[in-house]
């Protein structure tokens, strides 16, 4: 090979080599970020992530639950698995969580598929994935409660209903729910949080 073509090798290897370290080095620094706003450990975070990419596995092998008259969504925070979406009979509904309900790591499963004969259509799906961003940036409203960060609220919408997941003190949900019932063409919140006590704030000094 002559010694320009080698050379070009080389440093289209030595490229692709320094791309492939940035995005894994991209990858660890994501992690890491998502961790400052949650109250999860961060062997929690990916225990939680873990189990998700397991569920989906499981309910995916089930031919009869990744029809296209199916729609079934898991999300999983702090070992808590909830189950939305819709499917067109109650075995189904059944089913699903059979599959996952005995994956390592689930401490509770709040299965909230909705069974009906006309699953939402394309149009809908996107109207849920709109109502999921308005609520997120409505939680950023929330300035009266002194260190709430709306990061740890997560937010998930199917058929417009909005479920709102996260460890939160009672304050912290109340006003999350109070955003969540406000915001436009939501039709139901459903509570999924865990609750936690938050550190007080330290009181005056006088002078």
Known sequence: ????????????TMLAAALL?????????????GTVHDRRATSAV????????????TINRDKE???????????????VMLLCGQVRSEELKHRAQAHVEVIDGVRRIVNDLQVTEEPEGFWRRREDNT???????????ITSIPGFDPLRVNVTTSHHIVYLMGFVSHEEADAAIEVARNTGSV?????????VETEAAPAPTSS
């Open 1 to 12: 090979m002559k010694p320009f073509l080698q050379s070009k090798k080389l440093i289209a």
């Open 21 to 33: 370290l940035q995005g894994c080095a991209a990858v660890v620094v994501g992690a890491a970020a």
């Open 46 to 57: 990916v225990s939680d992530r873990n189990i998700s990419l397991t569920a989906y596995d």
């Open 65 to 79: 639950l990744v029809r296209n008259d199916n729609s079934v969504k898991v999300v999983v925070y702090g070992g």
């Open 131 to 141: 109502i999921t961003a308005r609520v997120k940036t409505a939680l950023l409203n």
């Open 187 to 195: 039709e139901k919140v459903v509570n999924v949080f865990e609750y």
